[in-house]
């Protein structure tokens, strides 16, 4: 095991993350407005015109990502017709319909990452499948499931408003569509509307910009499936952020600029991710019927702190802390495990981790200054961690450049390039990677407001934080379901699991109604509030996320705000769909009233 100094590392993550704290908070960030709303425009699929929609349906669903489209899939197997999705895209995907940036792929692995593999009967190609892929998948989904023929595509949802005399909801939408719906699905996610970082000057740049999730390869060359940007060769380009995104992207902009200028506020944690192909014969000897939910299921043990599976599926850099935690646990003991035990084990798994993290950047990276500015001085979860075999190569090229803010972030942008400790570095191009927004109010994410029962909107009952049951049912809002990551199992590397699993909580709930001929379904007052009871984050995950430095896990670095990504079932994930699936498999459906 790796040798630390946990005093020296403790003073050293704290420094690093009061360096990084700011008042504003999410506050830093800016919409894309004014100037920049033209930026927001897809560049990937022409708008096609046609006449407002004024019609009615079963379920309407709104976002055409995972967790559209899983519900819609678990609907129409549950045998519930008229399904429509209404979605901003030009077509079906959510975040993998916007990320096509080069190098884009899933960081969990696609075994467990891509849902319906076993229904859609498709073969991941390699561990951590690409965004086409990924893409591509989506369009399987929504074909196969007969998802696309009623879709409502490039229009998003304006209003919605329940009409208490007819059960129903009226959805308006920017294309003037005003149709009804019985029952009504939020399905947005968390990481589709881009957000812009607060420089000073940023709206006074002369030169080209754009945002990761809106890639101009009209621009910089190339294609989403992998085309050399052979645009670039001369060109002077800036990247603003040191995320996931910039992680996946920098390599293949290092092989192609002229000058690359890779601008860090804080540096993330790159581990090793092995990626390669699958073999097919592989492929056929793990997947007998129920594959694909043995994996998730696996998964979610292995990294519980009380499960320990004794085969780790996936095995990979997310499952190593969680064995390495797990075999500090299990080591003999002269006492009972303590609660002070379980931190202090948690900790030193960390920054055994974290070093062997760190002197991977020393053995990469051949700049003695760069590979000092490139380590990361935080826990590991404290962001969302980073796996990639060629983002540390990358600054050994001579045309590429890390401008190391030491956690200040760039001072200004100007007319000709942009200024980080008083030196200006002039650039032909500045792209932002500075990803979505995820802790602001989620109805400014949805982009729409809800008018339910007697007039209720969903902004004032929401306006001390989401309040639901399971994430799911928010009472006053009767006919609605939210398929999202909060309030349930949420905790997860793999954000798919906890869609998937919303998606058949809302289809089982859907048939009960419609067999049971209810034309109104809603969660009691008192069920909301109890199930909000159990949201209280744990002491370990609160300690642990008050010390980390500043980011959207933790509210960047502020208390947790009354929209943060918080609220998880208390027992953890394991525990959770444990219950949910019970839940539902029981048919009593306790806490929902059905009528009308």
Not at 367 to 385: F, I, M, N, S
Request: with cysteine.
């Amino acid at each position: 095991m790796t040798e630390v100094d946990t005093g020296a590392l403790r003073e050293r993550y704290a420094a690093e993350r009061d360096k990084r704290l700011r008042p504003d908070g999410n506050d830093q960030y800016l919409e894309f407005k004014g100037r920049f709303e033209p930026m927001l425009a897809d560049p990937y699929t022409p708008r096609a015109e046609r006449a407002p929609v004024r019609d009615h349906v079963t379920v309407a669903i709104i976002g055409g990502g995972f967790a559209g489209l899983l519900t819609g899939a678990r609907l129409r197997e549950a045998g519930v017709g008229e399904v429509r999705i209404v979605e901003k895209g030009g077509g079906f995907g959510g975040t993998w319909y916007w990320n096509r940036y080069p190098g884009a792929q899933c960081d969990t692995a696609a075994m467990i990452y891509m849902p319906l593999l076993e229904e859609t009967g498709h073969m991941p190609t390699e561990k951590y499948a690409h965004a086409p892929e990924i893409l591509e998948h989506c369009e399987r989904i929504a074909k196969q499931f007969g998802l696309r023929d009623d879709a409502l595509l490039h229009t998003q949802v304006t209003g919605l408003e329940w009409d208490e005399a007819a059960s129903r909801w009226l959805v308006r939408t920017n294309r003037e569509d005003a149709f009804t719906a019985q029952f009504v699905v939020i399905g947005t996610g968390p990481l589709h509307v881009p957000k812009l970082p607060g420089i000073p000057g940023i709206e006074t740049f002369g030169g080209h910009c754009f945002h990761t999730s809106r890639w101009d390869y009209g621009y910089t060359g190339g294609d989403p499936a992998g085309a050399p940007m052979d645009r670039l060769a001369d060109q002077r380009v800036a990247i603003i952020g040191t995320g996931a995104t910039a992680v996946q992207c920098v390599p293949h902009l290092a092989g192609a600029c002229g000058a690359l200028y890779v601008c860090q506020r804080t540096p993330s944690s790159v581990d090793v991710r092995g990626n390669e192909p699958i073999s097919p014969s592989w492929f056929a000897s793990v997947t007998s019927p129920g594959w694909q939910a043995r994996w998730l299921d696996n998964f979610v043990a292995t990294m519980s702190a009380e499960e320990w599976p004794a085969d780790d599926l996936v095995n990979d850099g997310w499952t190593d802390l969680a064995k390495r935690i797990r075999r500090r646990l299990a080591a003999p003991r002269s006492a009972p495990l303590t609660f002070e035990d379980l931190l202090a084990d948690f900790e030193l798994a960390d920054f055994e981790k974290m070093s062997e993290i760190r002197a991977r950047v020393d053995a990469v990276v051949h700049d003695e200054v760069t590979a000092h500015g490139l380590k990361a001085w935080y826990r590991q979860l404290c962001k969302r961690p980073c796996f990639h075999d060629a983002y540390l190569d990358a600054y050994n090229l001579p045309s590429v450049h890390l401008i190391d803010t030491d956690g200040r972030g760039v001072q200004r942008i100007t007319q000709a390039g942009l200024v980080v400790n008083d030196v200006e570095y002039q650039v032909d191009c500045i792209i932002y990677a500075s990803g979505f927004e995820v802790g602001t109010d989620p109805v400014r994410r949805y982009g729409f407001d809800a008018t339910g029962r007697d007039g209720l909107q969903l902004s004032a009952a929401w306006a001390d934080g989401m309040r639901t049951m399971h994430g799911v049912h928010a009472h006053g809002f009767p006919n609605v379901f939210v398929v999202q990551l909060a309030q349930g199992a949420n905790f997860l590397p793999n954000v798919p699991h906890n869609l998937t699993d919303a998606a058949k909580t809302v289809a089982a709930v859907v048939r009960h109604a419609i067999d049971g001929g209810h034309r109104q379904v809603e969660v009691t007052l008192q069920a909301q509030d109890d199930w909000m009871l159990r949201q209280v984050p744990s002491p370990l995950f609160s300690s642990f996320l008050a010390d980390c430095t500043p980011g959207y896990y933790n509210n960047e670095g502020h208390e947790p705000g009354p929209h943060a990504l918080l609220g998880s079932y208390a027992d953890g994930a394991a525990a959770y769909f444990r219950y949910i699936s019970q839940w539902r498999e029981s048919g009593s459906f306790d806490g929902l009233t059905f009528g009308g």
